[in-house]
């Protein structure tokens, strides 16, 4: 790796819709109470669009509050990557983004990885940036947005899904910087567990794929819901978590020659997907709770790919002093079990 070229986020903006759905709202749709949801996932409420929002708004004030943040203007974004699972349809959500910044210049796409969507986005991001530069010579600036509408494929009488999910953006703008910047990535997947934690396909589509029909027949189809063991994918979470930390340290070490360990790590965003699944991840890398995010889950629920930049922005605003030069490390797991991790020193 070129030594003089650090790649890291220059600018970040979340957006969560209006509408707040509490526990107590949700013990009128399904046998719940809220005790039992804060004991076993921590989350009290949760935002979700109501008709007057769209995904879309949400992924572009989440992306505008970033570029405004980073000072960057829409004819200086050269690419855009939005990590999604709920867009459903095409052309891509960063396609529609792009149109609506006017970034005329970006090339623009969706990455599609459960959860851990918004890992891979700035994964893909930050090789481009790296190439662009390395082999072309040219400084490329990114913008990646993570951003999910589970609300849109909940289903509202599974108890067991329907108390975790909620809706959200976040985005960050990545460029060369002077200082820090991300020091490794590490991403994984494995599909032969996709049966897990999944959507169901959606039986209109099925039968119009077959013999196109018309489009309203495939609106008015029954919503492809989101299925999930739920137990099953909590052990895995921990594990794969636990791992793609240590792992991204690991490559870090290797192609650096330093040595930096767990404890050296000053934060860590997990992807927000139960409060309880963090605190073991925290305990099994002794990793004190007051160095790793857990008020996501809490307020916004799990809002899957946008989790980990909604935290950004969260932490930053609650503790606007932090120093540059921290190490932070972001880490997310999700359907199709695909999972990753980040290792960056604040610039
Ligand atoms: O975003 C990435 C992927 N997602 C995750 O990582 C989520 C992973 N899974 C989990 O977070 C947890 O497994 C859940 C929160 C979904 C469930 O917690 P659990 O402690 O694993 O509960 P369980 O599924 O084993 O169910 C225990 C009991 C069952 O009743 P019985 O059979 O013991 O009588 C469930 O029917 O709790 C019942 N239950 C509920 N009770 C009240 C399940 N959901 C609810 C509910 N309210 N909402």
Known sequence: MRADLRIGFVGYGAYVPETTLTNEELTHLVDTSDEWIRRRTGIQSRRILNGTETI??????????????????????????????????????????????GATDA??????????????????????????????????????????????????????????????AGAVVIREV????????????????????????????????????PVQQIEKGPPAFLRMEGRKVYAAAVDTMVGEVRRVIEKYNQTS????????????????????????????LRIPLDKIYTDGIVKYGNTSTASIPLGYCDVRDRFPDRPPGRLEVDVAFGAGFASGAILRRVP
């Open 257 to 284: 020659g330093e040595s930096i360990g767990i404890g050296d790590i000053d934060y860590v965003f997990p992807h927000q997907a139960n409060l309880r699944i963090v605190e073991m991840v925290a305990k099994r």
């Open 107 to 168: 090339a623009a796409c969706d990455v599609s990885a459960g959860c851990s969507g918004f890992i891979y986005a700035v994964e893909e991001a930050y090789n481009k940036i790296f190439v662009e530069r390395v082999k072309y010579g040219r400084a490329l600036t990114s913008l990646v947005v993570g951003v999910d509408a589970l609300s849109h494929i909940t289903d509202w009488s599974d108890r067991g899904t329907c108390v975790l999910l909620g809706d959200g």
């Open 178 to 213: 002077d200082a820090g910047g991300i020091l490794a990535t590490h991403t994984h997947a494995d599909g032969n567990f996709g049966h897990l934690l999944y959507s169901e396909t959606v039986p209109v589509l099925q039968a119009a794929s077959a013999a196109p029909g």
């Open 56 to 101: 879309l708004d949400m992924t572009v004030g989440a992306a505008r509050k970033a570029m405004l943040d980073a000072g960057v203007e829409a004819h200086e974004i050269g690419d855009i990557r939005v990590g999604v699972n709920t867009w459903m349809r095409f052309p891509s959500l960063a396609t529609q983004v792009q149109k609506a910044l």
